[in-house]
């Protein structure tokens, strides 16, 4: 009876050091056996399907090494709230790219932030939405702003300065082709009376970009603005034409200059203190963000650090397989080379700087938002703009087309697209609140 006692005892004493040793026979076991052995163990227990899930969960997991996961931050802790715009019904973009995402901007005016829609449907949405998301308190602004094409044109921006909101757009005639288009109006929360602003004498295929700023040039105040090119991109070198430009249009005469040229679609579009920079799309691997100078070139659809999407389409012979497309240089051709360029190519949209009170860590810093990313983009150039120190990639999970910030509530707001045909509420458009606190 005493044996049985004794090795009960110590079978007990055996599985007590085995349990709080766990971690460490395991970690001393698993250096003896290759990787081909552990694979076979974890389908001993875990079934096959499941170890493999295991095994490439370890190995694409170590790309985004050391990566901060909101709230966290790499030095802040950050929250992002978000409100459902579903009861504002907004209409999608233009359907040609992505029939699904439901494109919108943002802007600000005294106690209302100013929401527009792909269609130009306009609301004033009251700010204490981002204290109180359950009353989210807004209105929609009739308005004569009418598209002549309504399946096809789209909103590309909305501004608002001295009491007048700008609104940029495409509007295709009967042979799909589209000008640079500007109607402003004055504030007013009964109706929105616009008038045609800007429009360009010629036309192209498009109008993706659009991104407005306010900027005095040569004693000049009046608007910069963003325009693409066509996919061969050779309106981007042509000085005949308004597109694949960074145009300045003054106030006083309403005329245009071409600011810059070589532009493929800047999308993005930031001015602090006569320092302009451009969040631009490249093509596959090779969005741009550009420290944009008046009368400088930037090399689309010459130079580029992307590749097209469609290779085998531009690569009819043999020989030229081995090739790049696009030169990879831009200085050496006479262009001004960009600050910094992502590769893979993230959907690069809206650049915007940070105020120096939203937080100690990120003074000086920029925010980038991106569409096919879902990233948010922290980043800090050096003091002359010549190359970025570094980038933290802050992951959102939504497409970012717009960004604003309320400086009343040391807020961003974020404009996250959604799925128009979803019938899950998370899937659908919505404000994103992003603060360093919440009461």
């Known amino acids: 009876m005493k ?32 990787e081909n052995q552990k694979q076979k163990i974890r389908e001993l227990f875990f079934g096959k399907g499941t170890a493999n899930l295991f095994k490439k969960y370890k190995k694409y997991g170590k790309m985004n090494y050391n990566q901060a996961v909101l709230p966290k931050t790499q030095f802040l802790d950050i929250n992002l709230k978000e409100v ?17 995402s439901i494109q919108f901007f943002l802007e600000q005016t005294g ?20 204290n109180n998301s359950i009353n989210l308190n807004w ?13 096809n044109s789209s909103t590309r921006d909305v501004l608002i300065l001295n009491n007048e909101i700008y609104i940029s757009y495409s509007d295709y005639d009967a042979e799909g082709c589209t000008k640079v288009n500007i109607s402003k109006a004055k504030i007013s929360k009964e109706k929105l009376n616009f008038e045609i602003f800007f429009q360009s004498a010629d036309c192209g295929p498009e109008l993706d970009a659009g991104r407005m700023s306010f900027y005095k040039h040569n004693g000049k105040e009046g608007l910069l603005i963003t325009t693409d090119t066509d996919l061969g991109g050779r309106q981007a070198q042509d000085d ?9 249009v003054d106030f006083e005469n309403r005329d245009s200059i071409i600011f810059s040229k070589g532009h493929r679609t800047p999308q993005g579009l930031s001015v602090e203190n006569k320092i302009i ?82 937080s100690e860590f990120w003074k000086n810093n920029f925010l980038v938002t991106s569409l ?68």
């Not at 005949?240 to 300045?248: A, R, V």
């Not at 690569?315 to 990879?328: G, I, P, Q, V």
């Open 139 to 151: 209105t929609q602004i009739n308005s004569n702003l009418q598209f002549k094409n309504e399946k």
């Open 277 to 358: 920079l451009s969040a631009e799309h490249g093509p596959r691997g090779g969005d741009e963000i550009n420290l944009i100078q008046f009368g400088q070139n930037y090399g689309w659809p010459i130079s580029s650090y992307g590749e097209p999407y469609l290779r085998n389409e531009f690569y009819k012979s043999e020989s030229s397989k081995n090739m790049y497309f696009y030169l990879k240089n831009h200085s050496d051709q006479g262009f001004v080379e960009p600050i910094y360029v992502f590769v893979p190519s993230i959907g690069i949209n809206q650049i915007i700087k940070v105020p120096d009170n939203f």
């Open 240 to 248: 005949n034409s308004s597109f694949g430009k960074i145009l300045f």
């Open 3 to 34: 044996k049985k006692y004794f090795l009960l005892i110590l079978l007990l004493i055996s599985f007590f050091l085995f349990f709080f040793n766990l971690d460490s026979i395991r970690s001393t076991t698993t250096q003896y056996l290759t």
């Open 84 to 100: 459902s715009l579903k009861k504002l019904n907004l209409n999608s973009g233009n359907s040609k790219y992505n029939p699904l």
């Open 111 to 130: 106690e209302d932030v100013v929401l527009v829609d792909a269609k130009g449907k306009i609301f004033f949405i009251n700010k204490n939405f981002i």
């Open 372 to 439: 096919n990313g879902k990233n948010i983009y922290r980043i800090l150039f050096d003091n002359d703009f010549d190359k970025l120190i570094y980038h933290e990639k802050i992951f959102i999970g939504k497409r970012m087309r717009d960004i604003i910030y309320v400086k009343n509530f040391n807020v961003f707001l974020l404009a996250l697209e959604g799925s128009k045909h979803s019938k899950v509420d998370e899937r659908l458009p919505s404000i994103g609140i992003l603060s360093t606190n919440f009461n």
